[in-house]
């Protein structure tokens, strides 16, 4: 009999042992799919969320905006076309060997032609003319046009070693073979589509991190997420799904962790001059003119949303409200565009002032799984237009569908979520604003076809100011153009959300990335 | 029956060749893979070297006789996303789906087929009623509201099970299982469960319905007059007689299973092929989609089979109809 109940006891502490881990772990869920370990093969969101462990970068960028120092200790501009970076003479990869300016250089290189890659980072180098190498701690860019912004854009390439890397492909990565590192964790293992294990990197040149080892999971279901936490399956989840918000919140075993982001929910109208099936009278039949060419239009179906009550009531506050592509306080911001007064009876009377006194008919178009919020946000926004006699319908079409006909402007009202992933506006400006212009690479995502010379002259002005309160000037005029012209109609700006162990602590690190670096213990 | 076995494979050529044009159009259909695959900021440029690089500028007949080529040279083609060979991909997730459909089906016919026959029996007893409406619960409730009710159970308020995830695993014949270690039934228990709740209740039914329709057959009346104990009875004359339906449904049932474990699996962030497949269609990863389905139906084929065989080995009637 007693043996029978050690027996018991002793599996029963087994389980208990199973469950519980050191507290020197870390055990992170984490919502964006990974496509690779290999730092260069693609830009995709869950990618530099891991990378960022295991690799430095030259520069790096850190919370909202502003270039801080990584692997490069400092760096100085010889000419408006020449950077010197110096590197950190203490740095060193987990075989032991230094890190020189050889890496980097193989680095800009690799990054440009990884195969099978689909989201490149070649972007970011573009206008990287040629990388020389004075001497092991020392090197000189050199870039094709002045370019004020090439220490943003370099801060997301990472830099691999060229000793480990030159014959490696991206198998060799995955596999942990090639993960031969300098960032503040090293590689244990790597199971797709399921975990990657961390340990400390002992031979980091950077303060010592706080976790001996780490496990990341990806756990991408919302409500799974908010049930591993509350289980104690993992201590932290990041992008926590609004609808747990309250709830969490209120519950004294977890801790939940907002912070203002820069990602912002934009609506693009189309300004394609032809008649669309989306765009018609109150019978349905094909307007012969765009109604949203003209600017009375547009500024009617902007001030009849009101984004106070949807932040309120749709998003439960899990978002601030955006009057302008970039939030308050980042760099760009204008404060005088930082209120878009809600007056359906101006906005009637504008409809009417420019030939639409009776509405019309607008579907609305927006991607089902893609945007957190984003079919519930449209909902609410084509019951304000539908008030002001705007009768708004709204289409959720599933992303892989939207992207494709939205890319071509074949919607007459597109939603895009834009990152801002640089921290300043340009980044905004030249990819949803601009003129579209393949050649260029201008107005990438410029779905409604917006096009204002205005905007693209400050475009080209800032893209060469290396005065950075000057540039801010020029961004903040941009800002007045763009909005009082409603070229687009910003929604709101997504918080950053984590939860985690009441006894942890959780600091944003860079935009909504998610990292064991922003994870401390709660003193 | 080496006769009916190549008409068999013959099927199932026509079968999977039908299927990859169907796919392939529809995948097709849907749209275009780079806008998914590029990142936000990519300029037209770097999509047009993307569209050119992945073939996806060529004509369709051409993209898919180049699919169908390859193919036949055994090459399914490498994932755009993960950039590993779609079989490769589909290979390291299946075992976690196989070993969570199993488990499902274990439970299914441990659980299912002692209470159907309880309640067949003994149609009257109230816990045979209990049953019978229970078998009903398991019909209706959706699988994710199941699923999070248990989690919420047995994970959140009871601490007992982990919430989401696959546990441990131990290497054989180069395959990861988790089924092996303590920690990985812990994570198994409640995905499984889940699984099985509806096919439980199907098994249940069919076995209660056959026990129903096999008891007032004269051979059972006859056994039981001959003097026959009442369990060698049930265990011989009724159960086996109820096991064709049985194995024909679990068959099917096998393959659903192990192909659309999508919701159990993404609730339980359970890293097994339906959620791969499901991030594959919303990224139309076409060369994952195309060889998940491939594989797909090469099981459904593979399982009908034995399904076949042991209907042979069940019922003698089969067995002599086919050799004539």
Do not use: C
């Not at chain 1, 009375?296 to 179906?301: F, Q, S």
């Not at chain 1, 003129?435 to 990438?444: E, R, S």
């Not at chain 2, 770097?46 to 051409?62: F, I, S, T, Y």
């Amino acid at each position: 009999m007693t043996t029978k109940l050690s027996t018991i006891a002793l599996s029963a502490a087994l389980i208990a042992a199973a469950g519980a881990a050191s507290a020197e772990d870390l055990r992170i869920g984490f919502a964006d799919p990974v496509s690779a370990i290999d730092p260069q093969l693609n830009n995709h969101a869950g990618d530099h969320s891991v990378s960022q462990h295991f690799w430095s970068r030259l520069v790096a960028q850190k919370t909202e905006g502003g270039v801080v120092p990584d692997i490069a200790a400092s760096w100085k501009n010889l000419t408006p076309n020449t950077w010197e970076f110096k590197l950190r003479e203490n740095a060193v990869w987990s075989d032991g060997k230094p890190v020189t300016a050889e890496d980097i250089a193989f680095s800009y290189e690799r990054a440009q032609a990884v195969p099978g890659s689909v989201a490149s980072f070649k972007g970011f180098l573009r206008n990287v003319a040629k990388v020389e190498i004075k001497d092991p701690h020392t090197l000189v860019i050199t870039s094709h046009a002045p370019d004020p912004l090439l220490p943003i854009n370099i801060s997301s390439v990472y830099i691999v070693s060229k000793h480990v890397g030159q014959n490696a492909a991206t198998d060799d990565y995955n596999s942990g073979k090639a993960m031969v590192t300098e960032g503040p964790y090293g590689f244990v293992s790597y199971t797709p589509g399921d975990r990657i294990e961390m340990k400390r990197n002992e031979r980091f040149w950077g303060p010592k991190p706080e976790w001996e080892k780490v496990n990341y999971r990806y756990i991408a279901n919302p409500a799974a997420r908010t049930a591993a936490l509350l289980s104690g399956d993992v201590d932290v989840i990041d992008k926590v799904s609004f609808s747990d918000i309250e709830k969490l919140e209120k519950n004294p075993k977890v801790k939940v962790w907002s912070y203002p982001g820069l990602r912002a929910l934009i609506m693009q109208p189309s300004f394609n001059p032809n008649p669309s099936k989306f765009l018609t009278d109150k019978a349905g039949k094909p307007l012969d003119k765009n109604p949203l060419l003209d600017v009375r239009v547009r500024k009617a179906l902007n001030m009849a949303i009101n984004r106070e009550a949807i932040a309120d009531r749709v998003a439960r506050g899990g978002v601030t409200v955006a009057t302008q592509w970039m939030p308050a306080g980042s760099f760009g911001y204008d404060p005088d565009r930082s209120k878009i007064d809600v007056d359906p009876n101006k906005a009637k009377a504008l409809l009417t002032e420019a030939g639409y006194p009776n509405g019309f008919k607008l579907t609305m178009h927006v991607p089902g799984e893609r945007y957190p919020l984003a079919p519930e946000t449209a909902q609410a926004i084509a019951q304000f237009w539908t008030r002001i006699g705007v009768e708004t319908q709204v289409e959720v079409v599933p992303f892989s569908v939207y992207s494709g006909a939205a890319n071509k402007n074949e919607y007459a009202m597109s939603m895009i979520g834009w990152g801002n992933g640089t921290g300043e506006g340009t980044y905004a400006m030249t990819a949803i604003l601009a003129t579209a212009n393949p050649a260029k690479g201008l107005g990438a995502s410029n779905w409604g076809r917006y096009s204002n010379p205005k905007l693209d002259e400050a475009l080209a002005k800032a893209s060469a100011e290396f005065d950075d309160a000057k540039r801010e000037a020029i961004i903040k005029d941009a800002v007045k153009v763009v909005m009082d012209d409603v070229g687009i109609m910003p929604l709101y700006h997504y918080k950053n959300i984590w939860a985690s162990r009441p006894d942890l602590k959780v600091v944003p690190w860079h935009s909504d990335r998610t990292v064991a670096m922003q994870v401390s213990k709660a003193k | 029956m080496l006769g009916w076995l190549l008409q068999r494979v013959a099927q199932a050529l026509l079968v999977i060749f039908a299927m990859s044009l169907v796919v392939f159009l529809g995948l097709h259909a849907v749209g275009n893979p780079a806008d998914l695959l590029l990142a936000p900021d990519a300029t037209q440029i770097d999509r047009a070297e993307l569209v050119a690089r992945l073939g996806l500028d060529r004509p369709l007949w051409e993209q898919y006789l180049n699919f169908v080529g390859s193919a036949l040279r055994g090459d399914l083609g490498r994932s755009f996303v993960y950039n590993v060979p779609a079989v490769t991909l589909i290979l390291q997730r299946l075992p976690a789906t196989l070993e969570l459909a199993f488990a499902a089906m274990i439970f299914a016919v441990i659980i299912g087929v002692p209470l159907g026959l309880y309640a067949g029996l003994y149609p009257e007893r109230l816990l045979s009623k209990l049953i019978q409406t229970g078998s009903i619960l398991g019909f209706s409730l959706p699988t994710f509201w199941v699923g999070l009710l248990l989690i919420m159970t047995f994970s959140v308020s009871l601490g007992w099970l982990p919430a989401s995830g696959r546990g441990e695993t131990v290497r054989v014949f180069g395959v990861e299982w988790s089924f092996l270690t303590l920690n990985g039934w812990r994570h198994l228990l409640l995905p499984a469960i889940n699984l099985s709740l509806f096919k439980v209740s199907l098994v249940i039914r069919l076995t209660r319905a056959g026990v129903r329709e096999v008891l007032p057959l004269d051979y059972v009346r006859f056994a039981r007059a001959k003097g026959l104990r009442r369990g060698r009875v049930v265990m011989m004359h009724i159960l086996r007689n109820i096991m064709i339906p049985l194995v024909t449904v679990l068959g099917l049932e096998l393959g659903s299973t192990i192909a659309f474990a999508v919701v159990t699996e993404s609730i339980f962030a359970w890293p097994g092929s339906g959620k791969l497949i499901l991030d594959s269609i919303n990224a139309l990863d076409r060369p994952v989609v195309m060889a998940y389905l491939l594989v797909v139906v090469t099981l459904f084929v593979f399982i009908n089979l034995v399904v076949d065989i042991l209907y042979r080995v069940l019922d003698p009637r089969v067995r002599e109809e086919a050799s004539a």
